[in-house]
């Protein structure tokens, strides 16, 4: 595709479920990124990976959380147990090769909801 | 660590006026300096990016921005809005080489909201 893309767009969940968000970044980006983003806040960094390996995954609130990216493309972000903090925009971005002066291209985001 | 303060949430103007959003950041390090828009139901696009050289940088839709090292900002200009420049603006900084990876820290988001 010709950019970044999350699924699901929204996700309503229970406390105490689990959930999974899918990244698809941008053909060919090496590097890719999760935020979380709560209401009225900036994005705050959760993980990193450049290719299969997470590089940095000094963002992650709690052991409740976990991203894999096993073929270097798409990501998915899971969340175990999940509680009514978690609940969030989490947006994934991606850039290559993964410089600090790189461009992040960003998808839409998953509105995450823990009732 | 890093930190970025956008000093205000929220900036109402009328349309044609010109605008400034200000950004300050904390480092102990120097920095890239980046500002995103997101705009209703869309993911965050980037605006412009400061990475060396000229202080003033330029980029989409009319906007600029100064870099200052001395105040530890990069205010974000336009000199003449446009009602679809309505939306949320987010200042960040990442961290060159070390072990950041260029993940981006950003600051609290102002919502330019342009009147008619």
Redesign the interface.
């Known amino acids: 595709g010709a950019?970044?893309s999350q699924t699901p767009s929204n996700k309503v969940t229970e406390k105490g479920k689990y959930v999974e968000l899918r990244c698809d970044p941008i053909s060919g980006h090496t590097?890719l990124?999760w935020?979380r983003q709560s209401l009225?806040?900036?994005?705050?960094?959760l993980i990193?990976f450049?290719g299969t390996g997470a590089?940095?995954d000094s963002?992650l609130p709690n052991d409740r959380f976990f991203a894999v990216r096993p073929e270097g493309s798409v990501s998915t972000l899971k969340i175990q147990r999940t509680e009514r903090g978690d609940s969030a925009v989490y947006?994934c971005?991606s850039?290559s090769p993964?410089?600090?002066?790189?461009?992040?291209?960003?998808?839409?985001?998953t509105r995450l909801t823990v009732l | 660590a890093q930190s970025v303060t956008q000093l205000d949430s929220q900036v109402p103007v009328f349309e044609e006026a010109p605008v400034e959003l200000r950004c300050n950041y904390s480092s102990s390090v120097s920095v890239y300096l980046f500002w995103y828009v997101q705009y209703p139901n869309q993911g965050l696009q980037l605006l412009l990016k400061y990475l060396s050289g000229s202080t003033l940088v330029k980029g989409i839709n009319g906007f600029e921005a100064e870099f200052n090292k001395s105040q530890t900002s990069f205010h974000l200009r336009k000199p003449s809005v446009h009602i679809s420049d309505t939306a949320e603006y987010f200042c960040a900084v990442s961290e060159p080489g070390g072990t950041s990876y260029g993940k981006l820290t950003f600051g609290q988001g102002t919502i330019l909201t342009v009147h008619p």
């Open positions: 950019g970044v590097a990124y935020y009225g806040q900036g994005p705050e960094f990193y450049q590089a940095d963002g947006l971005a850039s993964g410089l600090a002066s790189d461009t992040q291209y960003f998808g839409p985001g």
